[in-house]
């Protein structure tokens, strides 16, 4: 089993920046998609971002492009995600989630899911 831990996120105001960490461990396997969802009281789970945790293949949801950025370190099983330019509507509980190859933010075909971190942007 993959086992996947976020952490990073908290309160901050509207502008301002948080970045997001998913630790990967267990059975980590090659070409392991690494994708970044969230999901807001009252909302549905929306795909935010995705790539390939050794690099490459990333993809963004229209919603955070431009303000949000992927990056990762492969030799530690870590992907981030770096949240610029925050906006009250980025309010929400974000996981990250592993599957492989990366085709799309389908969180259906995600079989691995982190507990979530909650990310809450303030006027």
């Known amino acids: 089993q993959v086992r996947l831990v976020e952490s990073g996120g908290g309160s901050v105001q509207a502008g301002g920046s948080l970045l997001l960490s998913c630790a990967a461990s267990g059975d980590i396997y090659a070409n392991m998609c690494v994708g970044w969802f969230r999901q807001a009281p009252g909302k549905e789970r929306e795909g935010v971002a995705e790539m390939y945790l050794a690099g490459g293949g990333k993809y963004y949801d229209g919603s955070v492009k431009g303000r949000f950025t992927l990056s990762r370190d492969d030799a530690k099983n870590l992907v981030f995600l770096q949240m610029d330019n925050l906006k009250s509507d980025d309010t929400a509980m974000y996981y990250c989630?592993?599957?492989?190859?990366?085709?799309?933010?389908?969180?259906?075909?995600?079989?691995?899911w982190g507990q979530g971190t909650q990310v809450t942007v303030t006027s």
């Open positions: 989630a592993a599957r492989r190859l990366c085709s799309g933010l389908n969180a259906g075909l995600f079989t691995s």
